[in-house]
């Protein structure tokens, strides 16, 4: 037992030191930076433990007490467990915790609730949607008839253009989720409408599902009938997804359950990670604590903080604000495509976010007008409302630094060119220099592990 105790750090040192020392880099570069990407966080060393045990020698196709191979009564305990966790989390009668990613757990959904060719709405890419809510490119708008509804001018979700779709295009499945929008979702004003023309109303709440697990966001169980989330969000879990059937989807169809569970096995997936299934059971357990609402209402303030900051430092978001994690930064009034000069000088300052495109990106989804960051790890990690006039001022600086001086040429064939200069000339660049000293000092006060000495 005493190997396994230490199974993070003695074996692989020894046996594959490549690897080690990349996995040691990699504890370097997020030890010494702010990592931003709202979609990103820092799991516990419980989490990660349960990651790493012998359940991933293991196979269990099926579900619990119904499974097609030997040795399953601890592969049955710890998925129990865990779908108990989800129900009691969330107050939903039903859980499946198999799906690998939300990616799968969303055309899981689809599998369920519509045969190819079936109308679907949901909420468009550019304007802050997930590829799996009906892009052109991806399976959901390939095999579907995808009919995608946008938001306003002011960055918030257009009901009365769902209401007018939903109405002509009577879709089979609406879903409300996103993975850019720094507003609460309409759940129950776009519950209602699905309810109208008779659609499922799926909630994909992969951002967000830590602030409602902890009260920090309005809860779609009432509204929705089908729920998806990643578990690796602010739920701050291992990579992996959840479907939750309300009450109200058991009403609406009382095989739906069942359908969700066929078609995740044997529909699309063979055997569950059972490993990532305990490491999920240890992150709901984590989010059933007290400390996790307190966790969540942390997240909020600080993004609203951070907010704040920006805005006091004239750099301009849209919507104005925020009501979740996430902040969007409109680079607009410094011309049009600068995201990624602003995500290539931060990734120098060692401060991580991405580019985005914002409502109405005058550029293309290549080279967005805007950035997107968020608040989940930096939380984690200890930072409160104070540390956010820290954080804010880094990225003011860098952004003003790169955007007054960087804009991307009008003829694309001269971009690439033009990028190569842009980063060789960053390298030297004094401000993100400075900025990035700052950056690995002030992260000394907040460390990623205590007791992980790779
Ligand atoms: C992240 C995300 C997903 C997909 O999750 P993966 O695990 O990356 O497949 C789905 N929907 C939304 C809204 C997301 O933000």
Same mark, same amino acid.
């Given at each position: 037992?005493?190997?396994?105790?230490?199974?993070?750090?003695?074996?692989?040192?020894? #046996?594959?030191?490549?690897? @080690?020392?990349?996995?040691?880099?990699?504890?370097?570069?997020? /030890?010494?930076? !702010?990592?931003?990407?709202p /979609?990103?966080?820092?799991?516990?060393?419980?989490?990660?433990?349960?990651?790493? *045990?012998?359940?991933?020698?293991k196979?269990?196709?099926?579900?619990?007490?119904?499974r097609?191979?030997g040795?399953?009564?601890?592969?049955d305990?710890?998925?129990? !467990?865990?779908?108990?966790r &989800?129900?009691?989390?969330?107050?939903?009668?039903?859980? %499946?915790?198999? +799906?690998?990613?939300?990616?799968?757990?969303?055309? &899981?959904?689809?599998?369920?609730?519509c045969?190819?060719?079936d109308?679907?709405?949901?909420?468009?890419? +550019?304007?802050?949607g997930?590829? #799996?809510?009906?892009?052109?490119?991806?399976? *959901?708008?390939?095999?579907?008839? /995808?009919?995608?509804?946008h938001?306003?001018?002011?960055?918030?979700?257009d009901?009365?253009?769902?209401?007018?779709?939903?109405?002509e295009?009577?879709?089979?499945?609406?879903?409300?989720?996103?993975?850019?929008? #720094?507003?609460?979702?309409?759940?129950?004003?776009?519950?209602?409408?699905?309810?109208?023309?008779?659609?499922?109303?799926?909630?994909?709440?992969?951002h967000?599902?830590? !602030?409602?697990?902890?009260g920090?966001?309005?809860?779609?169980?009432?509204?929705?009938?089908?729920?998806?989330?990643?578990t690796?969000?602010?739920?701050?879990? +291992?990579?992996?997804?959840?479907?939750?059937?309300?009450?109200?989807?058991?009403?609406?169809?009382?095989?739906?359950?069942?359908?969700?569970?066929?078609?995740?096995?044997?529909?699309?997936?063979?055997?569950?990670?059972?490993?990532?299934?305990?490491?999920?059971a240890?992150?709901?357990?984590?989010?059933?604590?007290?400390?996790?609402?307190?966790y969540?209402h942390?997240?909020?303030?600080?993004?609203?903080?951070?907010?704040?900051?920006?805005?006091?430092?004239?750099?301009?978001?849209?919507? %104005?604000?925020?009501?979740?994690h996430?902040?969007?930064i409109?680079?607009?009034?410094?011309?049009?495509?600068?995201?990624i000069?602003?995500?290539?000088?931060?990734?120098?300052? %060692?401060?991580?976010?991405?580019?985005n495109?914002? +409502?109405?990106?005058?550029?293309?989804?290549?080279?967005? @007008?805007?950035?997107?960051?968020g608040?989940?790890?930096?939380?984690?990690?200890?930072?409160?409302?104070?540390?956010?006039?820290?954080?804010?001022g880094c990225?003011?600086?860098?952004?003003?630094?790169?955007?007054?001086?960087?804009?991307?040429?009008?003829?694309?064939?001269?971009?690439?060119?033009?990028?190569?200069?842009f980063r060789s000339?960053?390298?030297? %660049? @004094?401000?993100?220099?400075?900025?990035?000293?700052?950056?690995?000092?002030?992260?000394?006060?907040?460390?990623?592990?205590?007791?992980?000495?790779?």
């Open positions: 037992m005493s190997n396994l105790e230490t199974f993070f750090r003695e074996p692989i040192k020894k #046996t594959d030191p490549e690897v @080690s020392a990349i996995v040691k880099n990699e504890i370097k570069r997020m /030890s010494e930076g !702010l990592e931003l990407i /979609s990103e966080n820092v799991v516990s060393l419980a989490v990660l433990n349960a990651l790493g *045990s012998v359940f991933t020698n196979y269990s196709e099926g579900y619990p007490k119904k097609y191979y040795g399953n009564e601890n592969a305990a710890v998925e129990l !467990l865990a779908i108990e &989800a129900k009691k989390l969330f107050g939903v009668p039903h859980a %499946n915790v198999q +799906p690998y990613s939300g990616s799968p757990a969303n055309q &899981a959904v689809y599998f369920a609730t045969k190819p060719g109308v679907i709405m949901g909420h468009n890419l +550019p304007d802050g997930h590829l #799996t809510h009906g892009w052109k490119v991806n399976f *959901s708008g390939s095999y579907y008839h /995808s009919v995608p509804y938001v306003k001018a002011d960055g918030y979700i009901l009365e253009e769902i209401k007018k779709l939903a109405m295009n009577k879709p089979k499945l609406v879903w409300c989720g996103a993975t850019a929008y #720094t507003r609460e979702f309409p759940f129950e004003e776009i519950g209602k409408i699905a309810d109208e023309v008779g659609a499922y109303f799926a909630t994909d709440i992969a967000i599902s830590g !602030l409602v697990a902890g920090a966001h309005k809860s779609p169980v009432p509204y929705a009938d089908i729920i998806t989330t990643t690796h969000k602010t739920l701050r879990g +291992p990579r992996g997804a959840m479907i939750m059937v309300t009450e109200k989807g058991l009403k609406k169809d009382p095989e739906l359950a069942d359908k969700i569970d066929k078609a995740v096995f044997p529909g699309l997936q063979g055997g569950p990670h059972d490993h990532q299934t305990a490491a999920i240890v992150t709901l357990g984590e989010a059933l604590k007290p400390e996790f609402k307190e969540a942390q997240i909020v303030k600080n993004s609203r903080a951070l907010a704040a900051a920006l805005m006091k430092n004239g750099i301009k978001l849209v919507t %104005n604000g925020t009501d979740n996430m902040i969007l409109d680079l607009t009034p410094y011309g049009k495509g600068k995201g000069f602003v995500q290539e000088a931060l990734d120098l300052a %060692n401060i991580t976010l991405n580019k495109t914002i +409502p109405a990106d005058p550029a293309s989804p290549f080279y967005p @007008s805007g950035v997107r960051l608040t989940p790890a930096i939380t984690t990690r200890g930072l409160k409302e104070a540390e956010m006039d820290f954080v804010g990225i003011a600086r860098v952004i003003k630094e790169v955007c007054t001086k960087y804009q991307l040429p009008e003829d694309k064939t001269q971009i690439k060119d033009y990028l190569k200069k000339e960053i390298k030297n %660049n @004094s401000v993100i220099a400075q900025v990035k000293q700052e950056v690995i000092e002030f992260t000394k006060k907040f460390p990623l592990y205590t007791t992980l000495d790779y």
